[in-house]
Structures are given as C-alpha cells and as structure tokens.
C-alpha cells in the first residue's frame, strides 16, 4: 500500500527542513550565548563597576541576584513551555533579558544595577532552559546529541570569553557595553525565531498554573541561594540569619512536596523522580555541578597569588580546561548521533574528572605552568563527556510533552549543586586560609597586621620581601589544593551511580499526542516524522499556514 509518486518533492523536503533547522540552530546558540556570557562578563568588571557607582558593599549581588532569579525561572520556564507551547514563551524571555539589559545599562546608582542584573535573570534562566528544549522540539534524540555538543562549546566558550570581554570592555569602552551588546544580538535571537521557528502549541489549551508550587519553590531556591552564598563569608555558618535561610529552605521544600502531591499541573511532578535514569542522571549532575563550579571557582585567585601573573593571564591560563570541553563536547555529541550509545560517556568522563581533582590536589608553588594548564585541560575533557550527555538521557527518558519539565527540573539541580560547589569549596578555602595566615605569617617589617589580610592583592604580594610573600604564597597553596582532593569520593559515588543507568535507544523519531481540541482548532501536529490528519484524513495545516510535510522530522 505504499505508493512512490510523491517522491520528488519528498526529496526536497529534507534539504528545506535542514537549512531551517540550522538557522534555528543559529538562533538558539544566540540565545544560550547571552545567557552563559552573562553569568560571567562582571567577573573582571565588577572592581570598576562598584567603584563607579559607589556601592563595593553590595558587590556581591550584581552576580547573586542574576543567579537567583534564573534559577528560580527554570522550572516556570520548563513547565510553562509544555503547557503552552515553547516559541511565545522563547520569545517573551528574550525581551525580559533584553529589558534588564538596559536597566543595567542605565544604571547610575548600585541598586539600578542590582535591579537590571535581576530583571536580566528572570529572562536569562530561560535563553538557557528554552534553548534545549526546543531542540527536542524538531530534533529526534538520535540527531540531538551532535546538536547538544555544540551548545556544550558554547557554554565553555563563554566561560573564558566572558571574563576576557568583561576585562576589554572595562579598559576600553566602557563597562556599560556589557549590556548594550545584548541589545543587537537578542533582537538578531527574536528575528530568528519569528521566522524560523514553527513548533506546535502546547499539549493543553486551557492549562492550570501551578501557582502555590511556584511560590514555595521560589521561596526555597532564594533561601537556598542565599544561605549558601553569604554562610561562611557575610554571615557564620552557625548565625541566626543562616539558620533562618537553612530552616526556610527546609521548610518550604517541605510544603513544595506535599503541594506538588494534589496540584493537577505540578510545576515539578514527583513521578518524575520514579524514572531511574532521570534520578540517576540529574544527581550526577548535580554532582558535576559542585565539582566543576568548586573548581574553577577560585581557581583564577589561586593562580593570581601563587603564580603572581595578574587577571587577564589568571583567565588566559583557563583556557586549556575550556577548549578541551568545547572540542570534547562537541565530538562526544557527534559520536552519540552516529553509534547510538552514550552511556560510556559520562561514565568515562567523571572518571576522567576525579582523576583531574586528584592531580590538582597535588600542585605545590613550585609546579610548572604548563602542568598546572594539563591538569585543567584534563578537567575539561571529562566536563565535556558529561554536562550535554546528562540532558539528553533525561530528555530520551520523557514523552515530548514532558521534555521541558524534566530539562528544567535536571537544569534546575545542576544549578544548585554549582551554587553548593562554590558556597562550600569557598567557605573550606576562606577558613582554611585565615588559620594558615595567622599562623604562618612573621611578624617582621613588611608583613601585614591581621587587619590588613583582607586587602592582600596579587600585586601587593608580588612586591613583598620574600620572608612575607612565600608564607602568603603557601598558605593560598595549602588552603585550596586539599580541598580538591576532598571532592574526589564525591565525584567517584557519580561514576558508580552512572554505571547503573538503563541504556534506552534513542528516539529516531518525534512522537507527539494528538489533542482532540487541537484536531479542532487545525493546530500543526508531527507524530514520529509523519503528517497529522484529522478524522476526515486530511492534513492538519499548522498555525503559520506551512504545509505540513515540510515539517517531516
């Protein structure tokens, strides 16, 4: 019964489908360039920044609050898109990100700055989370991997480029343009979108928000955020105000279940949490995140007091860790496309990442340069084994109707353990480092009063007699290096987890379900690569008015 008339113009459907879909692509990276660049671009200009605007005591939260708010999105944004459909929404983050961009822009004081940082979260959590669903979107999970490998590199990419342009921007045209260049780039995003990107609409036309579940979940993702970022540095771990923030997280992650429990639309279902893959693959993730962001996250000061070169080679010297994750993120993606198999991936790869702790732990100030770069470069080939793979396990693992949850809620866990990896490895660092100073530092001409500790910087060490400066330079050493080691055991309990994961096919096609109120409404539908029809047999248009069959997937 299969007939091979319609043949020509089934063979030109796939040339139109790829160029659209890389022009999609295009966009998305766009996206997720904004994204990424701004978590980092503040790193080197912050010093200014604060200067400028008198405010160096609220420093602190021109990253906080950017973080806070995207983490807080995520899983709205999941959620939200499989009710209702991904584009709009896509679209409505863009213009948020691109709105706070110019607050931030037009700051003139450290709370317009604060502010516009916030607004640029509330859009940014979902650039990143929108991005890799839409993917799923019109990329069956078979092709999806070369296509995550990508969005990988560019997270790496701008890991080191943020820092660096941050650095330019400051020494050149100004700090402001941090935020004005968003404004040409995320309007080039939109355009893309509005012409490129043809998705159906969401699995329910008359969705029910889960209102209460986002706000408990709100309330415990700041309280979280902020207790682990202030304990041990604005406030000691055993204050009222950290006990407050950890009972508060507790708490509301408490009524955050039961509430999730009865809601008909839970922005986080529990049955998610019964599929041992996404289990499996989010706490590794998890893991990976503390790890990686304990890691690299003081790194750069480590580098700069110990090695004495000053931040903008502090940033250049990271960069064999992040040229290795891009090229490694990119070829593991190609390779999962074409074999099929990837759960030797991150498996090898937080293998690989414990190793590179372990090597790390071992550098003394005397260690060559070029050691120190292999070890880094060592770290990024296993995080590029990894960070793509995990989401594509979760998203194979869900119908597509659920991928933009089950993203976000991985996504959403990933950034906890990257705020718990830098809340932790800094509180150990800064305690370890203060014992170390006060016991090793001489008290002799030159050396710093216990005051003046706090206003070290790598060019004041650097032209200290060597009686003070090697003290300081072994203390930094001896602070942080130990701590690497430490995170080891905790990395090998990922690869021990991983080894348990079910190697489930990836999907060669897209399956969606057929709503009868879409069938209605003639809403484009795609199940499995073929053209939907409704009861009479003939084809379901969709809301663009473009033929269905050059939606084959």
Request: hydrophobic share 50%; proline share 6%.
């Amino acid at each position: 019964m299969t007939s091979n008339a319609p043949q020509p113009p089934a063979q030109a459907a796939p040339d139109v489908d790829k160029r659209s879909i890389l022009l999609v692509f295009a966009g998305l990276l766009v996206a997720m360039l904004l994204a990424s660049l701004d978590q980092t671009i503040f790193s080197t200009a912050l010093p200014t920044i604060v200067g400028e605007l008198n405010g160096v005591e609220h420093m602190l939260w021109v990253t906080t609050s950017y973080i806070l708010a995207a983490t807080i999105m995520l899983p709205i944004y999941g959620k939200l898109g499989d009710l209702i459909g991904r584009k709009g929404l896509f679209i409505f983050a863009i213009s948020i990100f691109l709105v706070g961009s110019v607050i931030g822009g037009l700051s003139q004081n450290m709370t317009e700055l604060i502010i516009g940082r916030a607004v640029q979260g509330l859009g940014g959590g979902g650039l990143m989370l929108l991005s890799q669903a839409i993917i799923a979107d019109v990329i069956p999970a078979r092709q999806r991997g070369k296509y995550m490998g990508v969005m990988g590199g560019v997270f790496a990419l701008s890991s080191v480029a943020g820092p660096l342009l941050g650095g330019w921007f400051t020494e050149s045209i100004g700090w402001r343009w941090a935020f004005w260049m968003n404004l040409p780039l995320g309007a080039l995003a939109i355009l893309a979108a509005v012409l490129f990107l043809h998705l159906p609409k969401g699995t329910n036309s008359k969705p029910r928000i889960d209102v209460a579940g986002m706000g408990l979940l709100a309330i415990a993702t700041t309280c979280l955020v902020l207790f682990t970022t202030w304990g041990g540095t604005q406030y000691a771990w055993d204050s009222m105000q950290i006990i407050a923030l950890i009972a508060g997280t507790v708490v509301a992650g408490v009524l955050f279940v039961l509430v999730e429990r009865r809601a008909a639309e839970p922005i986080m279902p529990l049955h998610l949490f019964k599929d041992r893959n996404f289990n499996l693959a989010t706490l590794a993730g998890l893991i990976t995140g503390v790890a990686m962001f304990g890691a690299i996250g003081y790194l750069p000061t480590y580098l700069q007091m110990v090695t004495g070169v000053n931040a903008t080679l502090a940033g250049f010297m990271m960069i064999p860790m992040m040229a290795a994750l891009l090229v490694t993120s990119i070829v593991s993606g190609i390779l999962v496309s074409r074999t099929g198999r990837y759960k030797w991936l991150p498996i090898t790869g937080t293998t690989i990442v414990a190793g590179a702790l372990a090597l790390l732990s071992t550098m003394t100030p005397d260690t060559p340069v070029w050691i120190l770069c292999s070890y880094l470069a060592l770290m990024g080939l296993g995080l590029g084994m990894t960070m793509q793979i995990f989401i594509l396990i979760v998203q194979n693992s869900f119908p597509i109707a659920q991928v933009g949850t089950a993203t976000a809620g991985n996504n959403f866990f990933r950034q906890v353990g990257a705020s718990l990896g830098s809340a932790i490895v800094g509180s150990l660092f800064v305690s370890r480092l203060t014992t170390l100073l006060a016991e090793r530092l001489p008290q002799a001409p030159g050396a710093p009063s216990s005051g003046g500790l706090n206003s070290l910087t790598p060019s004041l060490v650097k032209d200290m007699p060597d009686a003070v400066r090697m003290p300081i330079i072994s203390s930094y050493n001896d602070a942080l290096v130990p701590v690497f080691l430490y995170m080891v055991p905790l990395v090998l309990i990922a690869v021990v987890l991983l080894c348990f994961l079910v190697e489930k096919p990836l999907a060669t096609r897209i399956e969606r379900d057929i709503l009868p109120e879409s069938i209605a409404e003639g809403e484009l539908l795609i199940t499995g690569g073929r053209e939907a029809v409704g009861p009479d047999g003939a084809p379901i248009a969709d809301d663009g008015g473009a033929p269905a069959a050059r939606r084959t997937l």
